[in-house]
């Protein structure tokens, strides 16, 4: 049974999304428990593979519907022509983050959104948003990978536009919808182009096929640039205030986590689809990295500025969240550059591998306390009823449990040592200088930008003098919320305090499996 | 010859959709915009899978096996997926285009402008 | 538990005992709770004026929220121009949106003819 | 900003053309010559199989016992895509009834449903109504030929529910569907997730072999095994396995999902 478990993880959750109706028909208590669990269940198999494939450093295939799901290729043919999962160090790694921040997001959402017909559908979309992004993170066929963007992107727009009451919602679950749709079309443009070329849609068939000509240099533009505004980098990044400020704070911690599998989707297809850096090929990669480079320092520069004078807690928090990905964007696409230089990877040994390590390490921090502060944002807005800062002041007094997981997300974010912020900037910083110095100058400067516009947020809503008349909805914080903001505060300071723990048995073999180290 | 325009129906229906995407304002004419450039892709993958007069693939009652052309059957599952994908789109973008009317009384775009305490 | 983080030693040169770093912080705290008890001043006492956070002077009771929405008018005020444009860009605009989303396919589309990429 | 990113489109739309052009002329096998070796015409005498699509072509309808080779891509070789599109129409009904919810709940299903026959605004006469109910039975009927001759005729789970759900959007219209919006949505809910159960259910029941996997194939011809051999043959209902089965529980997901759709838009649409 333990081969089957790759199709398993995608397909336990989906059973439970359809029954989820009929379920929620009988009694609500029994959907809070039947989601529980599954979402356990789903970590738990997670947790499993991480010694198989991490640290053993096996490689799951999976041929859904084939008489030996084993065996990709058949005998007598040298192409795969059924769907193939496959799980590697670095989609494990992505799958394990959708995990941690789904499960919590749910245990925060059990108190927070108000228990009613609507929670059904609440539960069922979030739900089938954590299956979109396993898929995501699993398939090796681009036209799944597809299907699995677009079930993400369909249950994420529905959630942003949760609150149909209010003003600005609906609007802005139509600006991710459109977003979307466009970004989704180009990808199958791209995929369209490359099922011409090669009369497959198996990632590692096509890698082995290539011949990068200019149509396969078409199909790359036609998939990264989509994904890359998917994931929120400059210039496409827009619609990320617009949308975050607007859903309900435990969507928009999901919704960070939704745009760092698009992230994935760029790596993997800038990795395994168009080609090892390392055997060369047609490309020049040394641009591609760069590309991604200006992307990743316009990104966090452009993002912290913006956030600096928010008034608005949420759109402050959703520029981070912009300015965030530029560190990661930075970390791979360095890799990528000084991996394509022609000193017979050396230098990628020295520092571009660190680079890559630091950026990938930096998508787990940034899951978990960005997630953290969304989480936080959330009780804030509860409390007073407004998301402007200045009509914010003196939670301390009340939700202490929620300043110090705010104090603990603010400084992770900002980089200080203790917590994992730090742990994965500090590798993005010596290796990126050893690259070139002033990018390492910019990304500190960003951080201490990032540290600032924090500050403004806890003086206005945690500090001043406790008002009762400015309090709107006073219920205390409950279990489930505390909960969920605890566990992540562990994390947070767990990984800050232990990086190694994690670099070693996850982030590295992410890194082996995207890039064969020389 | 013929089959030349195929492809430049492709790129022309794309690239009307794109412009309309660019100028128009109105809401609901977006997603008419989107729908348009969704077709052309399914278009793109229709044209990767003509066989010169090859007849659909399907067996019942086909002519004999001799001189039997076909057409590829992928690309036309991959649409079936993508014309039900595109009116799951479609039907949501309407949905919410439809609760923005009922909330701001307005489908213009340079109305509909970010929140208001903005920065 | 204790090992030396290896991996960031190795590439960051930094030497990272995080236990150490615990202890340290707990000792630091313990002297400082020690040390305090006798030297702090200790003629504070609690729920009198001095509780109340400073005021600049006016008695009149500190119950406005500290606002903080302009903290940083000063670093806007001098990058006037570059804040301009950039919030130009963040209008919500979705016909923006799209223009930049072309822009950016068509600037690599460009790189790729010119043989760059 | 406009006019740059007008050309920007012109030269995406120039780079699309060229590229497509230099693809390959419509009609040729896949891929550049050097990919894939043999030029054939006819079906059976292309030697080798270059590519994914040759061998659905030579050995779909063998090896899946379904003369449509497309709906055997759709639900047998490709069958995980088909469960997350299923998937993504779930999303959909569910999304437009969550985001429709307040509105019709605001307007009360009950008070301003429009009563039996003949209360339409404007008085829908007797013919109209009565008409309309057969013509459902009519459409019904043919909506379920699609539905269960999904894999020899052109047609299948998807087509079949599709026009199995404009008889639903006929009954609306003629207020014949308008009493009792929140129980008639139960109703179809609970179907729709029936479906899609049995769709799922199907893949782990064949999860022995692997999931989705057509195990009932080339089986005992009582349980839609019947073997089918290479060329035309006039069809035999119980021939593709798991593929009938999976078209049935498509078609009743879409039906009753875009019934949903069509229920729910109708109410909310209503007197403004």
């Excluded at chain 4, 995980?80 to 709940?105: C, H, P, R, Y």
């Excluded at chain 4, 996997?213 to 006039?234: E, M, Q, T, V, Y």
Aim: glycine letters at 10%; hydrophobic letters at 50%.
């Amino acid at each position: 049974m333990t081969d089957h478990i790759p199709v398993l993880i995608i397909a336990l959750p989906l059973l439970t999304a359809f029954i989820l109706p009929i379920v929620g028909m009988i009694n609500t208590r029994l959907r809070n428990i039947l989601v529980f669990l599954v979402i356990a269940a789903v970590n738990l198999m997670l947790i499993s593979l991480v010694q198989r494939v991490s640290i053993g450093g096996e490689v799951l295939h999976y041929v859904v519907g084939a008489a030996d799901p084993l065996q990709v290729i058949r005998e007598g043919l040298d192409f795969p022509i059924r769907i193939v999962l496959k799980i590697d160090g670095f989609s494990l790694f992505m799958a394990l983050i959708s995990g941690v921040i789904t499960f919590v997001v749910f245990l925060f959402s059990l108190s927070y959104i108000k228990e009613g017909e609507r929670k059904n559908y609440y539960q069922l979309l979030m739900l089938l948003i954590f299956v979109g992004m396993l898929g995501m993170e699993f398939t090796n066929d681009l036209f799944n990978f597809f299907v699995f963007l677009e079930i993400l992107s369909i249950a994420s727009a529905a959630l942003v536009a949760y609150r149909t009451d209010r003003k600005h919602p609906p609007y802005a679950g139509y600006k991710y919808m459109l977003v979307s749709a466009i970004a989704t079309s180009f990808l199958l443009m791209g995929i369209a182009l490359c099922y011409a070329q090669y009369g497959s849609f198996n990632i590692d068939y096509i890698h082995g096929m290539m011949k990068y000509t200019l149509l396969d240099k078409m199909a790359l533009v036609f998939m990264l640039v989509p994904l890359a505004m998917k994931a929120g980098a400059i210039p496409m990044h827009m619609w990320v205030p617009d949308t975050y400020s607007e859903a309900p704070a435990p969507i928009s911690a999901l919704l960070k986590t939704a745009s760092m599998a698009s992230l994935y989707g760029l790596f993997r297809l800038s990795f395994s689809l168009f080609g090892n850096p390392l055997e060369g090929g047609g490309m020049n990669y040394h641009t591609l990295g760069w590309i991604i480079i200006v992307m990743g320092v316009l990104s966090m520069f452009v993002g912290v500025t913006m956030a600096l004078v928010q008034n608005d807690v949420k759109r402050l928090m959703a520029y981070h969240a912009v300015s965030q990905t530029g560190y990661m964007l930075l970390g791979v696409g360095v890799g990528i550059a000084v991996h394509a230089q022609a000193d017979g990877g050396s230098a990628f040994k020295l520092f571009g591998r660190v680079a890559m390590m630091g950026g990938i390490f930096h998508m787990m921090n940034h899951a978990f306390y960005k997630g953290l502060l969304f989480l936080t944002s959330g009780v804030m807005a509860r409390r007073f009823g407004t998301r402007d800062l200045n009509r914010m002041v003196g939670l301390a007094h009340r939700d202490t449990f929620t300043t110090v997981a705010f104090v603990i997300g603010a400084l992770a974010i900002a980089g200080i040592p203790p917590l994992n912020g730090f742990s994965s900037k500090i590798l993005l910083y010596e290796s990126v200088y050893q690259f070139s110095p002033l990018l390492s100058i910019i990304a500190i400067f960003v951080s201490v930008l990032t540290l600032a516009s924090f500050m403004k947020v806890f003086y206005s809503a945690f500090m001043g003098p406790e008002r009762k008349d400015m309090i709107i909805d006073a219920t205390p914080v409950s279990k489930g919320m505390i909960l969920g903001m605890s566990i992540l505060c562990v994390l947070v300071v767990g990984f800050g305090l232990f990086p190694d723990l994690v670099v070693g048995t996850i982030v590295e073999p992410a890194i082996e499996s995207l890039v064969t180290i020389l | 010859m013929t089959d030349f325009f195929l492809y430049v129906t492709v790129v022309l229906l794309i690239f009307f959709g794109m412009v309309a995407l660019i100028y128009k304002r109105n809401l609901i004419k977006i997603v008419i915009a989107l729908n348009i450039i969704e077709a052309g892709i399914n278009l793109l993958f229709i044209a990767l899978a003509y066989r010169p007069n090859g007849t659909a693939p399907i067996f019942t009652l086909a002519p004999a096996l001799g001189e039997l052309k076909m057409v590829l059957p992928t690309p036309q599952a991959l649409i079936l997926t993508n014309i039900v994908i595109g009116f799951g789109t479609t039907a949501l973008m309407l949905t919410l285009a439809i609760l923005t009317y009922q909330n701001n009384h307005t489908l213009d775009i340079r109305k509909l402008r970010g929140v208001e305490n903005n920065d | 538990m204790f090992t030396v983080e290896k991996i960031f030693t190795q590439n960051t040169g930094i030497i990272w005992y995080p236990l150490l770093l615990v202890a340290i912080f707990l000792l630091l705290i313990c002297i400082l709770w020690i040390w305090g008890r006798y030297y702090f001043r200790n003629d504070y006492n609690k729920n009198t004026a001095q509780v109340k956070p400073f005021n600049s002077g006016n008695l009149d009771e500190i119950n406005y929220p500290i606002r903080s929405g302009n903290l940083y008018w000063g670093f806007k005020k001098a990058l006037e121009s570059y804040f301009t444009f950039i919030e130009s860009l963040h209008k919500g605009d979705l016909n923006d949106y799209m223009v930049w989303l072309f822009l950016s396919i068509g600037v690599v589309l460009l790189l790729v003819s010119g043989g760059l990429l | 900003m406009r006019l740059a990113s007008f050309l920007s489109l012109v030269l995406i739309a120039a780079f699309l053309f060229v590229g497509i052009l230099r693809l390959h002329p419509v009609g040729e096998p896949l891929g550049n010559p050097d990919v894939f070796k043999d030029r054939g015409d006819a079906i059976t005498d292309i030697k080798n199989v270059d590519t994914m699509d040759d061998y659905y072509l030579r050995n779909g309808q063998t090896e899946t016992g379904s003369n449509n080779l497309v709906a055997s891509v759709v639900f047998d070789y490709r069958a995980f895509d088909t469960l997350g599109e299923a998937t993504v129409l779930f999303i959909v009904v569910s999304s437009i009834s969550m985001l429709f919810f307040t509105m019709i709940k605001r307007k009360g299903p009950e008070t301003s449903g429009v009563s039996r026959i003949g209360e339409f605004p404007g008085g829908v006469s007797r013919v109209i109504t009565f008409g309309s109910f057969l013509l459902y039975i009519l459409i019904i009927t043919f909506g379920i030929y699609l539905v269960v001759h999904g894999h020899l005729s052109p047609g299948g789970g998807f087509q079949g529910g599709a026009v199995m759900a404009s008889a639903t959007a006929l009954l609306l219209i003629s207020s014949l569907m308008t009493r009792n919006v929140q129980k008639t949505k139960k109703i179809f809910s609970f179907f729709e997730s029936l479906g899609l159960t049995l769709f799922i259910g199907i893949g782990f029941v064949g999860i022995g072999v692997s999931f989705l996997s057509n195990f009932l194939a080339n089986g005992n011809p009582l349980l839609f095994g019947k073997a089918i051999a290479f060329g035309p043959n006039p069809g035999y209902l119980v021939s593709a396995g798991t593929l009938p089965l999976l078209s049935l529980a498509i078609g009743m997901e879409v039906f009753f999902g875009l019934s949903i759709i069509l229920v729910t838009m109708y109410h909310a649409a209503k007197d403004e």
